[in-house]
């Protein structure tokens, strides 16, 4: 997992090694700069946590404005337990420890919940502030109780952190990963311990992102419907968001914010003739706001292709940016006015492609040029021409997630021993026909083949 600091003045990497004897784990935070190591913090030495969470739900790393400081989510670490008749010294009897030193008797196999599938282990989470001069580690207190924080980052001003939180209270916690659906809340969390919701309560978010001029975006939805389904694209100001964290009694944030794109129930027509089919991305490009100027760019499922899109989030008005050759393109970085995106098809693998983002009101005429060198295609692969195949059908397209045109390794290299794969898609996946948000039953819609 890596950050570059905001003026690109440092790099921050998070390493992890495994010992080779007991595979146990060990993380190392490296800071570069200039092409030299400049520190290397062993995470795990002061063992003031636990495993630090590099996955795609929780995982953070992410620099101050004045990028004298980290912030990263780890594991957080288990309090001390022991049997209920254990004998140890006397002296230890008489120690005046504070209650958190104590080992709670008896909890030594309580059973706790983890995160599912793709997040074994991981019960409970916590933020952790890493000073990089003198590379002191803290962790940050403030949060309720029975709440698992991700996605964090700073607010501009430096004087504290947004982020993510879920409930690890709910008797069941299911899984995460693939569900956009789980109770979550948007949150603020001030360095003096000031804890304030930003979001409604009983929702689901994701994909804090602060725009320039101070103003936050995020992803949100109803929860408790499909895994995951057609997402807003939500806004609170500066000001809102000022108001809220002043606010002395700890009340959150109920209706606030402003919906910049609302689901979609059917499709939605756009300036350049095409359609939109609403927001199904999990995530926001970590930098989504390319000119600084109000308008941001994200990639999202579109009928049976990846997407991209500028957005105006003033006035909610979106322009499709996307490659006009047949394929899934999908963006990956926005920096200054430069747009960084992946564009690959059925028979081509993935190939980068830059552009620069036209000024507003011209998004429509964006040029995209590739910048890397395009891999070779056995000829098998992109002219099949064949009466007789066997056949492989791939049935998982959807409900809850759907197939595209895009290049799949696993497929090509059914293609490559003589296999004809089948990937089929249910009526009611994603990018398609979101009026049907609730319902996940149908048969396939559509069949995409090699």
Same mark, same amino acid.
């Given at each position: ?13 998070? &390493? ?34 636990? /495993? ?66 793709? #997040? ?19 962790? #940050?207190?403030?949060?309720? /109780?029975?709440? !698992? ?17 879920? /409930? ?37 978010? *994701? ?11 995020? #992803?949100?939805?109803?929860? /408790?419907?499909?895994?995951?389904? !057609? ?63 109000? *308008? ?10 990846? &997407?991209?899109?500028?957005?105006? =989030? ?25 747009? #960084? ?51 492989? =059908? ?31 898609? !249910? &009526?009611? !996946? ?12 149908? *048969?396939?819609?559509?069949?995409? *083949?090699?």
């Amino acid at each position: 997992m890596t950050s570059i600091s905001p003026k690109e003045t440092y790099k921050a990497v998070i &390493r992890e090694e495994k010992n080779g004897k007991d595979n146990s784990k060990k993380f190392f935070l490296e800071i570069w700069s200039k092409k030299c190591l400049s520190h290397s913090i062993d995470l795990l030495a002061l063992e003031i946590h636990g /495993d630090v969470y590099t996955d795609a739900e929780f995982g953070t790393l992410e620099w101050s404005s004045d990028e004298k400081y980290l912030i990263y989510i780890a594991e957080e670490k288990p309090k001390k337990s022991e049997p209920f008749i254990k004998r140890k010294p006397a002296e230890k009897d008489k120690d005046g420890a504070s209650g958190d030193k104590k080992a709670a008797p008896g909890e030594e196999f309580v059973y706790r919940q983890d995160w599912g599938e793709q #997040l074994t282990g991981k019960k409970s989470s916590v933020i952790v502030q890493c000073e990089v001069e003198s590379e002191t580690l803290t962790i #940050l207190q403030g949060l309720p /109780d029975n709440k !698992c924080p991700g996605q964090v980052r700073f607010t501009p001003d430096g004087k504290g952190i947004v982020g993510v939180v879920w /409930d690890a209270a709910r008797p069941r916690r299911l899984g995460l990963v693939f569900c956009t659906n789980r109770i979550s809340q948007l949150f603020y969390l001030g360095f003096d311990r000031t804890y304030r919701r930003l979001s409604k309560d009983l929702c689901a978010v *994701r994909s804090p992102r602060f725009l320039h001029n101070g103003d936050l975006i995020w #992803l949100q939805r109803v929860p /408790d419907e499909p895994h995951h389904a !057609c997402m807003k694209i939500v806004k609170l100001t500066k000001n809102k968001l000022n108001e809220i964290v002043s606010n002395k009694p700890a009340i959150g944030n109920d209706g606030v914010e402003s919906v910049v794109v609302d689901i979609v129930d059917t499709s939605t027509p756009l300036i350049n003739g095409e359609s939109f089919y609403g927001v199904y991305a999990h995530s926001l490009p970590r930098r989504c706001e390319p000119s600084n100027d109000g *308008r941001v760019v994200f990639s999202t499922v579109s009928v049976n292709e990846v &997407r991209c899109y500028v957005l105006e =989030v003033a006035s909610g008005k979106l322009v499709d940016i996307s490659r006009k050759k047949r394929g899934s393109t999908t963006i990956l970085c926005a920096n200054g006015d430069m747009l #960084l995106a992946s564009f690959s098809s059925i028979t081509t693998p993935a190939q980068l492609y830059v552009a620069k983002l036209p000024k507003a009101g011209h998004e429509h005429t964006v040029n995209w040029k590739r910048v890397s060198d395009p891999d070779l295609i056995p000829e098998r692969l992109a002219k099949l021409k064949a009466d007789v195949f066997p056949m492989l =059908v791939w049935p998982h397209g959807g409900p809850h997630s759907a197939f595209v045109d895009s290049y799949s390794l696993e497929t090509a290299f059914f293609c490559l021993i003589g296999e004809l794969s089948r990937l089929n898609r !249910c &009526r009611k !996946c994603h990018g398609q026909i979101p009026s049907a948000k609730n319902r996940s039953s149908g *048969r396939q819609r559509l069949q995409t *083949r090699y």
